[in-house]
Structures are given as structure tokens and as C-alpha cells.
């Protein structure tokens, strides 16, 4: 056990043992402790919102517990499992700077606060990810109230911040140990090898093919959905908003290029154009015309792959 795991430990059993339950997540003791979290953290997960990250982390979740026997009611929750037992890697699952409530003018490019961490860096093609976000914003958080092409031209979140977000990653892609970038529509066409690929690069123990087909199963969209249903996890992280409104469910459509059946040609000529002039080449597969896997950047880090975003 390294000396920054057991110092992790020591402080988050002496705190589970002297504090008290408002202490614990509140005011300074509280700030101390994520801190303190944080500081300990092997890895991060990172994504703008409405990318795929509670497929992928459910997926991950019922890896981790069967590797480690984790008896656990809700396998999204893996960055607490390291409290469940220290030899589990401490990741966390973050959005990183809440991207979605700025316009890209606001967005952070300052990621120091990751240097020595290893990143998993998930995207989405950015017109998906306006579109699904756009469903969540209205109707889980209910941060808007408009419709689809005034969130385009007016709200914060919309393609500015998603641009801006990617750009940010990829100019300081190599701020962190190691950097490993995977993308929803990979996960489509091939969920087993993104997870083998994610669970290599995080740490965890080799895992079998067996295994892999386990988690991939068990996070399919129509197992998500019916454990949404029924409130399986217990969870408001995989809960409808409202029953009866389709579009107020996390798991919602779960589809590859759904963005035209919600754009007009005005909104999609000025979505092309936009993330043709302004997304950074690294990720010059989401551009208009891009390519399925594209060239190996000259510039690029041997850590870090390339998964394509078809």
C-alpha cells in the first residue's frame, strides 16, 4: 500500500469514525475531505455531460465488483468503492468545470489540477450531445425553459461550451500521467474492447472476454432502461424526472446520429460550420465530412490512442 493510499484511508476511517453525519459532507471538515479525495485519486473519468459516461461507468461498476467481489445495490457508484476495499483504484467520474452552465468564453482551459492523474477522456459528436443535453437541461435539471433553436443561439451549454470543452482537453492533453481518449460511438460498435482497452489503461486486473461480455450485457441500453423503470439502483442518478414524459429519462434514446430528427437545415448548416471552424483537428472526426478513424497526429503522445469516432 503506497504512502498516499494509507493516508487516504487513515482519514476517511478517522472521519467516518469522530464526525458527524452533517460534518462529514459540509462546511470546512466536509471541503477537507473531498480535498483529500481528491488528492488520493488514481484516475478521473471526464466527459461533458450527456456523452455516454453513466453507460460507460456502469459498465466499469459491474466490472470492478465482480473482480474485486463487491457486494454493491448500485455499480455506478465506483468511486467510493475504494472505501469498500483500499486495493480497489480510486477513480473518479467528474464533468469537469460544469462546462454545460458556461458559455465557451467561460469554459476553463486551465487543467493543472490533473497533473499526475491518469484521464479517460470521453467524447460524443457534439450535435448528439446538444441534443441530449438539451432533454436533461429541460427536463431532469430544469435549468431551461425554451426551445431547441433558441438553446442553439442563445443558452449557455449549447455547441460553444461543448467546442470549447473538447478544445481545452486537447490543447493540454499531455498535462496529465497519462491521457486515454474514448469515444460513445466506439462503445457502439465495439463496448467489449472500449471497456477492455479503459480497464487496461485504469489499472484494474486483466479480465477475460467472459467477463467483458458480462459487463457489456448487463449495461445495454434496454437492461438501463428497465432498471430505470423499476428504480433499481435507488438512485436518482438513473431515475425519471417524470414517468410519463419519455424524454426526462437518463436513459434516454441512446442513438447515433439522432440530432437530425431535431434540426433544421438552418440549425444544422450552422452547427457543420461552427464546429468546422472552431473544433481542434484532434478531434477532426466529429467535423463535418471526418473521417472514421483518423490519422495518428504527429504530435501525439504513444500513450495515447486514437479510437476514431465511428
Not at 477522456?121 to 441530449?132: A, E, H, I, M, Q
Not at 430528427?261 to 448548416?269: A, I, R
Request: net charge neutral; with cysteine.
Amino acid at each position: 500500500m503506497s504512502l498516499k493510499t494509507l493516508l487516504r484511508d487513515l482519514s476517511f476511517s478517522a472521519g467516518e469514525a469522530i464526525l458527524s453525519p452533517s460534518a462529514k459532507t459540509r462546511g470546512w471538515m466536509g471541503s477537507l475531505r473531498r480535498a483529500a479525495s481528491d488528492w488520493a485519486r488514481d484516475a478521473y473519468v471526464l466527459s461533458y455531460p450527456k456523452s455516454g459516461r453513466t453507460w460507460l461507468r456502469t459498465m466499469m461498476g459491474y466490472l470492478v465488483c465482480r473482480q474485486y467481489g463487491l457486494q454493491v445495490d448500485n455499480p455506478m457508484e465506483v468511486q467510493h468503492f475504494w472505501k469498500i476495499s483500499s486495493s480497489v483504484p480510486n477513480i473518479g467520474f467528474t464533468h469537469d468545470d460544469y462546462p454545460n452552465l458556461k458559455t465557451g468564453a467561460e469554459v476553463s482551459t486551465d487543467k493543472s489540477a490533473y497533473a499526475g492523474k491518469r484521464i479517460v477522456f470521453l467524447t460524443r459528436d457534439p450535435r448528439d450531445v446538444l441534443v441530449s443535453y438539451y432533454f436533461d437541461a429541460r427536463n431532469r435539471m430544469k435549468v431551461i425553459d425554451c426551445d431547441m433553436e433558441h438553446f442553439l443561439f442563445h443558452e449557455r451549454g449549447s455547441i460553444d461550451a461543448i467546442v470549447a470543452f473538447y478544445n481545452a482537453w486537447a490543447a493540454n492533453r499531455h498535462v496529465p500521467r497519462g491521457f486515454h481518449w474514448i469515444t460513445y460511438e466506439a462503445m457502439h460498435d465495439d463496448a467489449k474492447s472500449v471497456l477492455s482497452g479503459t480497464a487496461q489503461f485504469l489499472g484494474l486486473p486483466s479480465v477475460d472476454d467472459a467477463l467483458l461480455e458480462e459487463a457489456v450485457r448487463f449495461a445495454s441500453f434496454d437492461n438501463m432502461r428497465r432498471t430505470e423503470l423499476k428504480d433499481g439502483f435507488r438512485h436518482e442518478r438513473l431515475r425519471p424526472a417524470d414517468m410519463n414524459n419519455p424524454d426526462s429519462y437518463k436513459v434516454r434514446r441512446g442513438k447515433i446520429g439522432g440530432y437530425v430528427d431535431y434540426f433544421n437545415v438552418e440549425m444544422t448548416t450552422y452547427i457543420d460550420d461552427y464546429i468546422a471552424a472552431n473544433l481542434d483537428p484532434f478531434f477532426a472526426c466529429y467535423r463535418r465530412g471526418g473521417s472514421a478513424g483518423p490519422e495518428r497526429a504527429p504530435d501525439m503522445l504513444p500513450s495515447t490512442p486514437r479510437p476514431g469516432c465511428a
